[in-house]
């Protein structure tokens, strides 16, 4: 099979997929103006990759002899994983780090959990052997996955089992030809443009709640599966020239609801076994390895950032002064740390079996890190840019008008470039930054992982904290208790008086 380009990407797109939006079945995500543009976007990813140029860059040949993206590769090595992140960098920097759920997150968390196959055998062999055939038909189709393993936001003092109504997906049935599932999962980022979802339960699970302790996966377009789509900020956009990133980078969430959805048993990876629902993400490199890829991308995008504030101070005219440079050293310094966080995770990477993997402290303490980090660093610019960000002409539409466009060119100013060119950068800060696309990502990166509190126990669980007590108690043993008199016995006082 040739590399897939994005001609085949999009056609397989073309199918009886359930997506509603505003009222109204999707009848092409292709063309539709809510989707269009961002599938596009996703398309020019698989034709970067199969330009004869990017052939080693971004592709490797599979021990079935297809020639398939990097990001399915299980690394062996530091230097598989160095190579593997170079595609997965490449890929993130045609899109400036804004397509959070591209092929090669689920890609990545699919091999996870390849990697893991000794760990899912031992809890049940026959559904190990259906997710190994399965990771083989997906990477020999470069298909794009996506996942959603997050049950609805509902009460969040209760169990899947016991929310007032039975809201969370759950097998309803099973006979021999597999079994059938009815309920929801909360986002499904991308899956409205994916070929497959892949439906998993991240979230604790008490003895007795098998039900809900399940993964499989489908093509997007099975019967019985809805795409429940929030609001498209595509759709919502005047033109690419208003809005550079919503127009093309919207890679849009919905709730998907699965009703009476059958799923065969070789689909099926997890069935009614609560420890192996939980050991898919943990005890396996599936959780740590997703994440990686993750930021992976976002080094690129707080780099893209980066470059935008620079770009900001210097139409303001601000660059040069003292406390703006400041300012941008602590950017600089920030966006230094994730990227050297990745490297971390790299060199102190460990073995998993035969294979390579990043290292889980790493990669949770920069999940910490950067849940906090982004909306400081989104906030950071926004001081930096004022408000140039709201000082815009309403639409190109004004631009076209000769009038008009005589009295924005004489109120946009800048000594660093002309009118036009101040009108540009502000529009993309104000996307990257203030738009309802920025603000969604700013939520994005403070929650795709969980919320803090869940990567605050990843990071407790996966620090060393004996090799970190130890130094502790060894500086406390440098000096000796002191020897203290023994305590007076004051009863015999107290009785005597
Ligand atoms: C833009 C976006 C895209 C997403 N895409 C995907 C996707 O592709 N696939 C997918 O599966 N999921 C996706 N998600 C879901 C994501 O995984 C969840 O939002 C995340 O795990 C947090 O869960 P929650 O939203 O239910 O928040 P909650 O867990 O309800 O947390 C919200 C807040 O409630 C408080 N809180 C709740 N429970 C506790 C507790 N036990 N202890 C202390 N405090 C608590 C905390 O203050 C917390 O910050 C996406 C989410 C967003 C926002």
């Known amino acids: 099979m040739p590399i897939r380009t994005g ?65 399915w590769q299980l ?55 259906a997710f190994r055939d399965y990771f083989t038909y997906a990477r020999d189709r470069d298909l794009f996955v996506t996942y959603v393993i997050q049950n609805p936001q509902a009460d969040k003092s209760r169990s899947p089992s016991a929310q007032a109504r039975d809201v969370v997906l759950h097998v309803v049935d099973e006979d021999a030809a597999g079994i059938t599932v009815s309920g929801a999962k909360m986002l499904g980022t991308s899956t409205v443009m994916a070929d497959e979802v892949f439906v998993g339960n991240i979230q604790p699970l008490k003895p007795g709640e098998g039900a809900y302790a399940l ?18 900020y595509e759709a919502g956009v005047t033109s690419a020239f208003d809005y550079p990133l919503s127009s093309r980078f919207d890679e849009n969430d919905a709730v998907v609801v699965f009703e009476g959805v059958k799923v065969p048993w070789e689909r099926v990876f997890v069935h009614g076994d609560v420890a192996a629902a939980r050991a898919q993400w943990h005890e396996t490199p599936t959780h740590v390895y997703q994440n990686y890829q993750s930021q992976i991308r976002l080094k690129v995008k707080l780099r893209f950032l980066l470059g935008l504030a620079r770009r900001i101070a210097e139409v303001n005219g601000t660059a040069g002064m003292p406390q703006v440079e400041a300012v941008l050293a602590r950017l600089a310094t920030e966006a230094a740390i994730v990227e050297g966080m990745v ?60 009038e ?94």
């Open 343 to 402: 490297a971390g995770m790299e060199a102190a990477g460990r073995r998993f079996g035969p294979y390579f993997v990043p290292s889980a402290h790493l990669l949770y303490a920069a999940q910490t890190y950067t849940q906090d980090l982004y909306p400081r660093f989104v906030n950071t610019i926004r001081d930096l840019a004022g408000g140039g960000v709201i000082m815009l002409p309403s639409s190109v539409r004004d631009l076209e008008d000769p």
């Open 7 to 71: 001609a085949a990407y999009v056609n397989a797109l073309r199918d009886r997929r359930r997506v509603v939006l505003d009222g109204r079945t999707v009848a092409d995500v292709t063309t539709d103006p809510a989707f269009r543009g961002t599938v596009a976007s996703f398309a020019g990813l698989y034709d970067m990759q199969a330009a004869p140029g990017n052939r080693d860059l971004m592709t490797f040949e599979t021990d079935t002899g297809h020639r398939v993206n990097r990001a």
């Open 404 to 497: 008009i466009r005589r009295h924005v060119e004489a109120t946009q100013v800048s000594s660093a470039t002309d009118a036009l060119g101040r009108v540009g950068v502000m529009k993309l800060a104000w996307d990257a930054l203030g738009s309802e696309f920025a603000s969604r990502h700013v939520q994005y990166e403070m929650f795709y992982a969980g919320a803090s509190y869940v990567n605050h126990a990843n990071v407790n669980r996966t620090y060393d904290w004996s090799a970190a007590t130890a130094l502790a108690d060894a500086a406390l043993a440098l000096s000796p208790r002191p020897a203290v008199p023994d305590r007076l016995d004051l009863s015999q006082g107290e009785a005597a008086e």
């Open 215 to 232: 993964s499989f996966a489908l093509p997007v377009s099975t019967p019985g599966i809805v795409l429940l789509s929030r609001r498209s």
């Open 75 to 129: 690394p062996t090595s530091l230097q598989d994983l160095v190579e593997r992140r170079q595609a997965i960098e490449a890929w993130s920097a045609l899109t400036f780090g804004w397509l959070g759920r591209s092929p090669d997150h689920l890609a990545t968390a699919l091999g996870g959990l390849m990697m893991g196959d000794a760990v899912m055998a031992a809890h049940d062999p026959a559904r190990a052997a």
